[in-house]
């Protein structure tokens, strides 16, 4: 299960391996299905449309709601993000949005764009002395003007996990939840909300392959779509048409980036969202432990509140360069990292590691304790002076 005898603890920016089955399905549909979902009456169309089917109620499974037709699919998350706050604020005038010092750049660069374009000021809820965003900093910058809520649920830097249940509950205006370090590897359940986005992705914890993202959009909205074309639907009309999820999806869908992520949630209910954290957490521990026993190395993870954590662990080596350490790692050790700001700098710089940035590992199911251990090893060397650094 290993590529060119590579370590991979990069799965915050892509898992990797996927299980078997994903390359199966993906290959299934492209060899011997390949028709094209709602836009034929034969056959090979219809089984693509089953196929889409399918997904969207496993998707809507973890997600545990109801209305398959408003699990909306995408590109990729940062598409989907901006579906959201598109259809949210490209309408609106004046008032404030609130979110995170920890957002990707996938939420907060069209953030900044509507705010400045239709006046809206921005609040930025801050990290706690522990790194956490707590709930309460979110709710004290909300007022009667607040148009709308975005909350990384999971941070791809600092794997701090923000409760946005417990912001959602206490609120009327929209929460836009960034899932896309969480759907698959943390429990999730938006089935009690009203006024819950979720914004994911299928190439991290759902296993999938790259290509395919997407958005929940719930039943209380109505969303102006951000695209508009062919929907396979409706064809008399030359305006988009209202019904869901039609209204978002212009255009031929991926089907075999569906198909392969129909596969990679299947694995993972299969498995269980609880027994693959379970295990994740569990190597997080003994990455954590072992990176902090050792001399010039800054670790920004505990233990502390692991329940609110995600297997990400970000650390830098005194005197070092994160990309120089990263590239040791990769060509001295064959462990893959990633160095930098992780395209969140309001996360390196809410925990002062703005500009140069850190280190990071993020761990997956088909790490062991051998990659663990041969991370440690491999950082204590170069910290102390051993390899190329």
Known sequence: MRALNVCYLDNAATSFPKPESVWEKLLEYGKGIGGNPGRSGHILSVE???????????IAELLNVDHLERV?????ATYAANFAIYGLLSEV?????VATALEHNAVARPLKYWCKRNGIE???AGTSPS????PKSILSL???ETRVICINHASNVFGVVTPFEEVARKVKVPVVVDATQTLGAYPFDVGDFDNVFVVFTGHKGLLGPQGVGGLFIPAAYQLAPMIRGGTGSYSELDEQPDVLPDRFESGTLNVHGLAG????IEWVIEKGVEKIRKHEMGLFESLVEGLKGISKVRVFADLERIDKRVPVVSFVIEGMDAAQVSSVLDREFGIASRPGLHCAPWAHKAYGTYPKGTVRFSL??????????LAVDAVKSIAEGGNGC
Do not use: H, W
């Open 364 to 373: 997956g199911p088909f790490n062991s304790e051998e990659d663990v251990k």
């Open 131 to 134: 790194g956490y965003v707590e």
């Open 142 to 144: 909300v007022d009667s």
């Open 93 to 97: 005038s004046g008032g404030n949005v």
């Open 261 to 264: 992520l129909q596969a990679g």
């Open 48 to 58: 693509a449309a089953r196929i889409v089917y399918r997904c969207r109620k496993l």
């Open 72 to 76: 909306i699919f995408t590109m990729n």
């Open 122 to 124: 921005l609040r930025i």
